[in-house]
Nanobody, 121 residues
Framework: QEYLKESGGGSVQAGGSLRLSCEYSEYPYSDYCMGWFRRAPGNERDAVASIDGDGTTDYADSVKGRFTISKDNAKKTLYLQMNSLKPEDTAMYYC???????????????WGQGTQVTVSS
């Protein structure tokens, strides 16, 4: 059965670190673009980071140098290492697969349930 299951969210003080994990079923995700998105209260869902099937990564400007996306196909797990966290990083974070341009917006076709990250000042 296909699935995306996030874990690793929580509360942390500014400057701290968290690592999000997303366990995925092997099919159909392993060769797809996979990524992390986030939605803060009252805001649109924003792309955070993505990784292609060949390992090419991309990041939102707001997280470059602080966040690192990686994938372990043997463990069927996608990661997001978040360092130097800021209060503005507070959001629900979603693991996603089959990311791409949909209707003019960068989005994805498969979604996890989300994991909350809260950063206090």
């Amino acid at each position: 059965q296909e699935y995306l299951k996030e874990s690793g969210g929580g509360s942390v003080q500014a400057g701290g670190s968290l690592r999000l994990s997303c366990e995925y079923s092997e099919y159909p995700y392993s060769d797809y673009c996979m990524g992390w998105f986030r939605r803060a209260p009252g805001n649109e869902r924003d792309a955070v980071a993505s990784i292609d099937g060949d390992g090419t990564t991309d990041y939102a400007d707001s997280v470059k140098g602080r966040f690192t996306i990686s994938k372990d196909n043997a463990k069927k797990t996608l990661y997001l290492q978040m360092n130097s966290l800021k209060p503005e990083d507070t959001a629900m974070y979603y693991c996603a697969a089959a990311c791409g341009w949909y209707g003019g917006s960068w989005s994805a076709n498969y979604w996890g349930q989300g994991t909350q990250v809260t950063v206090s000042s």
